[in-house]
């Protein structure tokens, strides 16, 4: 019989501004808190949803996110669960705020550091388990061992519908924005963490964009000295050339192309960063009022 262990995520900054999001599930939720998407409020009786699943519009507000492992590590049916304070199930993906304001972000972290099993959020299956990948039916390792904790932005998603004019008119790989966290400590999967952007990545994985937000945990002793991606040549010297090369090179091994990177071969600054942020976070949000088609992608 598969074990199941419980264990804490991250407790939930709680702010002045906390991020929309459409859930069927009952939240930690002032009475006076709205729906925003990037400062956008939209009124709960607006909102129409084709679904058999109910939405409504509320805010995650400040809850105690845990983690729930189901099945063996490195196993087909190992899946890391989110639960909210009340232990319901959540969407790490949809029900995580993006935005903690004052250009914090929170950060899902996938892939702690030093490892190589490619661990993701399930993003077709019912509230977006974090899983390892699969190909052919077997369990997916990296070549090497990946040396940045990595994962995901909440509440983003690349649209694979709208093609990028700046980045070679490559289309959205249709899943939420990659994070590379460049702290120090290695952190867990399922850990849930306050990140400030630095620069960003444009990937073309076989055609596809797939930004690569470069970011550091608030709680890094050396995030104080970071602010842009200036200071992470100045603090964090070859850092940056070496994430571009690792996720240039990581396919190779297999007998596949490298990957290409758009704006130069060279990382974006923060606010270019930031843009990227805003803009798939505007999309994620036409995704779950089924503005454009889910397709295959879970919205709970």
Known sequence: MAATLLTTAAAVASSQTTSGLLTKRPVFLPARTVCR????????RSLVVKSKRP???NAIYNPQVQTIQEGQSESLDYRVFFQDGSGKKVSPWHDI????????????????KESRAKMEVATDEAFTPIKQDTK???LRYYPY????????LPQTWEDPTQANSEVEGA????????????????????????VKPLAALAMIDE????????????????AHLVNDVDDVEKHFPGTLTAIRDWFRDYKIPDGKPAN?????????????????????????????????????????
């Open 171 to 194: 289309f959205g790989d249709n899943d939420p924005v990659d994070v590379v966290e460049i702290g120090e400590t290695r952190r867990k999967t399922g850990e849930v963490l306050k």
């Open 145 to 152: 061992n990946i040396n940045w904790n990595y994962g995901l």
């Open 55 to 57: 939405f409504s519009c």
């Open 207 to 222: 055609g596809e964009l797939d930004w690569k937000i470069v970011a550091i945990s608030l709680d890094d002793p050396k």
């Open 260 to 300: 290409k990177f758009g704006l130069g071969n060279k990382p974006a600054n923060k606010d270019y960063a930031l843009k990227i942020i805003h803009e798939t976070n505007e999309s994620w949000a036409k995704l779950v009022k089924r503005s454009v088609s889910p397709g295959e992608l879970s919205l709970f």
């Open 97 to 112: 705020p993006l935005h903690l304001g004052d250009g914090v972000f929170h950060f899902i972290v996938e892939i702690p």
């Open 136 to 138: 052919k039916g077997k």
């Open 37 to 44: 998407f990037n400062g956008l409020c939209f009124n709960k």
